[in-house]
């Protein structure tokens, strides 16, 4: 009974702990003026990520209000700001191109249980063990392909098809170089300006919805021939759509896996690095388990009501910590101050330019990349570089999935080549000198090695070969494990056979200053039975002279 509880209190959203101790009424006011705030500027942000990824604009303010609203309603944050984020561009995109929207849909689908399933297992622990250099790579990755993404609008090009993969991309661009449209171009150059510019004036109202105003107003007072959300969608619908499921068979259910699991990772990790980051801002501490929870109910429900995958969002989530939102109050009220607009402004979102949402995507792609960081890592050691770069081509090149995977794969065969790198095995003249080795008196014949780093599977060959080197056959000899923080199965075999082999040339063989844990691990092989096994080096080095007499 004790430990359901305990398993209900870890899976209690903020929210409701909140609302049992008590909000003040100070804070609550607050916390629904930033919400408005945050709604405010994720208007823009939801229509640009849906148009981005190849589906109609609803779908991304439909997504910015459901999954938004169950994200803070339910999640494990006091901050957390849900919805369609720059990141998943890349997987919806490709996903809407090759299986449509009712592939997306599905996908999104499974994403969502497959992230209930990481949270209820609490999995939401073993995602910050995922490479900094991977994460840092596939972000700025992202960032690459949305800004190359967004050229076609920004510059007017008049293009019926624009292609998925990033090099044939940008070939499709040099051909239709000659189709530039002067004003589509200045409308994108001026939303950029305004957009990072504006924060000197005023950082009440968001750049990016002054932008769209105005670029909205110019373009319609002036009648300028430029393209538009309603152009290339038509109509903004004001409300819900029923989805459409379209029946799929097997084989199509089980290609959607990878890049469900895709959905599911990315979705879990940039939630969750979104939770660190505000953790940081406002000296609090989200339950990881009950965000993953949250994330994937909030995509279920996105899929369920025609949306796009969702998670937690960095920017939003900032924009709300600095505009004072303390609780999911925030986040709930964000949510439906954007249905509130969906249902009164969506006959005017139509008239927005779409150059003007290719200058907010571009900005967008700048923040996400974070180049300084991608630079700091790439100054690092060898194998960040490495992970890094591999990541990041594989992300722009190829695609995203194969980039994480290769990535962790990579990241994990590096780290056991550095942990195998440090693993050392030396003798007591190279560590502590010959006037240190007399001083204990070591019998002639009798060889002390001192082990250093776990003996696991990437270092045992080292381990082999620096004893196997050994030109004499001494009469005793006497390993040092208390530099040993692990021994793995591997470790185990390749010791087991050097003590059968001293053995056999009449070598005695000793074990000494072990951890109770590698102890442990020694006694269930057959080491235990071969060697002598000794706590403190002082007395396997007496026990030695006594036995060395009696022989």
């Not at 995922?130 to 790579?137: A, F, M, N, Q, S």
């Not at 990041?392 to 590096?414: N, Y």
Request: charged share 15%; aromatic share 10%.
């Amino acid at each position: 009974m004790q430990l359901s509880f305990k398993y209900l209190a870890d899976f209690t959203p903020k929210l409701f702990t909140l609302l049992r101790q008590g909000i003040p009424k100070a804070q609550i006011r607050q916390d629904i003026l930033s919400g408005v705030i945050v709604g405010i500027v994720a208007l823009p942000l939801a229509i640009a990520f849906a148009i981005a990824s190849g589906v109609s604009p609803e779908k991304g303010l439909i997504t910015a209000i459901f999954a938004g609203f169950i994200i803070s309603a339910f999640g494990g944050s006091r901050v957390q700001i849900g919805g369609p984020t720059g990141a998943f561009i890349v997987i919806v995109y490709g996903i809407v191109q090759e299986y449509g929207v009712e592939g997306l849909t599905f996908a999104t689908l499974i994403a969502g249980f497959m992230l209930m399933l990481m949270g209820f297992f609490r999995l939401g622990t073993l995602l910050k063990y995922i490479p900094h250099p991977l994460i840092v790579g596939f972000t700025s990755g992202i960032a690459v392909i949305i800004f190359s993404s967004q050229i076609r609008d920004f510059f007017g090009l008049q293009m019926e098809k624009l292609p998925s993969e990033f090099l044939e991309k940008w070939a499709a661009y040099a051909e239709h170089i000659q189709s530039i449209n002067p004003l589509a171009t200045a409308i994108g150059l001026g939303t950029i300006l305004i957009t990072l510019f504006s924060k000197k004036i005023t950082t009440k109202i968001p750049g990016s919805l002054i932008a769209i105003v105005a670029a909205t107003l110019v373009v319609q007072l002036l009648h300028l021939p430029v393209d538009t959300i309603e152009t290339k969608f038509g109509e903004i619908p004001n409300t819900i759509p029923t989805p459409q499921f379209k029946a799929l068979n097997f084989e199509q259910i089980k290609s959607l896996l990878s890049p469900a699991f895709a959905i599911a990772m990315l979705g879990g990790i940039e939630s969750l690095l979104s939770a660190v980051v505000a953790d940081g801002m406002i000296g609090g501490r989200h339950r990881s388990n009950v965000e993953l929870v949250a994330q994937g109910a909030a995509n279920i429900v996105s899929a369920l009501v025609g949306g796009i995958p969702a998670t937690g969002a960095i920017a939003r989530t900032a924009t709300n910590v600095k505009n004072g939102g303390r609780t999911p109050i925030a986040g709930i009220v964000h949510a439906i101050t954007l249905l509130v607009i969906m249902l009164v402004a969506a006959p005017y979102a139509k008239l927005i330019p779409m150059s003007c949402l290719a200058g907010i995507l571009i900005v967008v792609a700048y923040n996400m990349s974070e180049w300084h960081i991608f630079r700091s890592v790439y100054r690092g050691n060898y194998y960040d570089r490495a992970v890094l770069l591999t990541v990041f081509f594989l992300t722009v090149v190829f695609d995203l999935i194969i980039a994480i995977e290769i990535g962790m794969v990579l990241s994990a065969f590096l780290f056991i080549k550095r942990m195998s790198d440090i693993t050392q095995v030396s003798s007591i003249l190279e560590t502590q000198g010959e006037q240190e080795a007399a001083a204990i008196d070591l019998p002639k014949g009798v060889m002390v090695y001192e082990i250093t780093g776990a003996l696991f599977f990437g270092a045992a060959q080292t381990f082999q070969d620096a004893l196997q080197q050994t030109n004499q056959t001494p009469k005793a000899i006497i390993l040092n494990f208390r530099n040993v923080p692990l021994v793995d199965a591997t470790g185990l075999y390749r010791l087991g056979e050097l003590v059968k082999n001293f053995k056999a040339q009449g070598t005695l063989v000793y074990l000494t200053e072990y951890l109770p844990s590698v102890k442990a691990e020694i006694m269930k092989s057959e080491i235990g039975e071969s060697a002598t096994m000794h706590p403190t080096q002082l007395y396997c080095i007496n026990d030695v002279k006594e036995k060395l007499k009696l022989t």
